[in-house]
């Protein structure tokens, strides 16, 4: 069936390093990928969003691209702060389930000052 | 805008009661999805309400049930509960009209503790 993988965490990185959480997906069809983030406490948050081969989406330095030939969707910051300390979320949802969101596991992000 | 809103935000019951959860999507969304999130499963959909009907269900028992109110207001329902049901349940809105998947928007969660 459709799932998600992501890189398993914590991930631990000094501020000002780059970021990659890897992300791949197992989807018939041509689903829409999305990040997801999560800061403690509180509910998600979209990061940004995809909806073909190609596309890449990207907001506040965060980006990603939707890379059909490799099934990914890896996120990328050049240069991470204490404040995105966060668990980010790979998803996916498929026009033939309507909204529906499949999710990764989650990695966990700790950013060190 | 007002973002969606969840109520209560905490709760606790103990095995064997029910609990009814509320979700106030943004204003003008027509589409509602409750997601349960626990440690050891992660996130996973529970269904989706369009337009006062669910349009969509994910692998849950019975004793969960939801429904959605001519306003776009959804509550969901868990009966007999066992521990297992500890959980944060988080609701998100969307338009939901249209051919491709809709950017949803989250909640910030019930946190809902079964002793």
């Known amino acids: 069936g459709n799932s998600v993988t992501q890189m398993e965490g914590p991930v631990t990185l000094s501020e000002e390093a780059f970021l990659t959480i890897n992300c791949t997906y197992t989807?018939?069809?041509?689903?829409?990928l999305f990040w997801y983030v999560q800061y403690p406490g509180e509910g998600l948050q979209l990061l940004l969003k995809?909806?073909?081969?190609?596309d890449k989406g990207s907001n506040k330095g965060f980006e990603a691209t939707y890379r059909k030939e490799t099934t990914s969707f890896h996120l990328e910051k050049g240069s991470v702060q204490v404040s995105d300390s966060a668990v980010y979320f790979c998803a996916l949802s498929w026009q033939e389930y309507g909204n529906k969101l499949v999710f990764g596991a989650g990695t966990i992000l700790r950013v060190k000052s | 805008k007002a973002g969606v809103t969840q109520t209560p935000r905490y709760l606790i019951k103990t095995r064997g009661q029910q609990v009814t959860l509320s979700c106030s999507p943004i204003s003008g969304h027509r589409s509602v999805s409750w997601y349960q999130q626990t440690p050891g499963q992660g996130l996973q959909f529970l269904f989706e309400y369009f337009s006062e009907t669910q349009r969509n269900k994910g692998n849950f028992p019975g004793r969960f049930s939801g429904r959605q109110f001519s306003n776009s207001r959804s509550e969901m329902n868990v009966s007999t509960l066992e521990l297992g049901d500890s959980a944060l349940y988080l609701c998100?809105?969307?338009f939901g009209i249209g051919g491709a998947p809709d950017t949803q928007y989250f909640g910030p969660g019930t946190r809902l503790t079964v002793l």
């Open positions: 998100a809105s969307s």
């Open positions: 989807a018939t069809g041509y689903p829409s």
């Open positions: 995809a909806t073909k081969a190609d």
